[in-house]
């Protein structure tokens, strides 16, 4: 847990350093972000074979979870998403800048996952990255993401 | 690119998420990642010794959707189970319960990690099944995530593998399942049964490591184009 702090603050940082500032929040943003964590939950669903969920009741473990998981999403967001989409756009385009954070971002969950997960991460990746393009900015990507990764723990 | 292609990108990943999410190979990973804190895995006659979970549903019109998992991190065995999935009209009392392996040997492989037996009773004993339409979930953890190992389910006389999917943290791995009894993973081949060592997964210095790497990689990628942007100025 604390590594995931480090990695978070880490991740924050080299953004920072690279000249990433947040952007005026909008309520399009708000809401594409919702409906991305909503297509990632429900893509969770078929891939159990089952719709049925309930929310995990709250302990201690999973108050701790909760907001270092958010972090972790939110920090990756703005790395891969915000600035380094940003820089690379600047440069390749955004169908450059799309692909390449797009690999970046199902190559950082091989480490945890293993090869087995880069299909899935991909197409997740894609997602996201569509979301930052029509969005124009790294708060739809990043609720979406937040939502997805909380589900895992919070959805039975 | 357009808004107008960023929404194309939308919708071809959906698909993507969909095919992807229907069609995933047993033991592939769940999208979700977050911070796993996993122990060693604690082996049935080991110490520490792997630890058993009881929990007893008061009497109630419905059963209610609940869980009942062991107390290790993350926990070896869990049951997930939603609304209605036992007759609740007497108290039902759902067990897990760290069990020597059976000798007979799985047919898709060796088991790795503990055999548990999950079980549901009434108020006079008698064993409880899960309601036809309501199979309840099954998350055991494995020892390794790869190759991907399965779930399979003893009857008494024989092992059957079940459609497996990656639960994620410390190598979990879980099914849907109409009917409990005795489960454990079991890792792909044939051969002598593995060794059970303490432990699993992927070493935390080697995902230390990897995303050392990676973070490395961004900032001289990100520094890079900064100053190449600067001098184009």
Redo the contacts between chains.
Sequence with gaps: MPAGVVFAIALLAVASAAGWRPGRPGLMAVGLGAAGGGALIAAWLLSRGSFGIHVASLNAGLALWTPVVALVAVAEEVAIRGALFTMLADRYGDGGALVATTLLFAAIHVPLYGVGSLPLDLAAGLLLGGLRVVSRGVLAPAIAHVIADLAGGWLL | ?S?R???L??L???V???L???F??S???????????ANPYETLGGAPAPQPATKTFPTSKTFP?S?VLTGE?PPQAQI?M??ATFDNSTPVTVTITPVPAPGVKPPNGTIEGNVYRFSAVNASGTDLEPSPS??V?IILRGLT??P?PTIDRFDGTSWAPI?T??A?CGNTF?I?SPQLGEFATVKPGSGAPTPQPAGGG?PAA???G??AL??II??V???T??R??GAAR
Aim: some cysteine.
């Design positions: 690119m808004r292609r960023g929404w990108v939308i071809v990943s959906i993507a998420l969909t992807v999410s229907r995933l190979p033991g592939s990973p769940p999208i979700y990642d977050g911070q796993c804190i959707p869980e991190t997930l939603e609304a309501l199979p979930f995530s790869s991907a459609s999917l990656n994620g879980e849907t992927i080697a995902i230390v990897g995303l990676l973070l961004a900032v990628v990100l520094f184009l900064d190449r942007r």
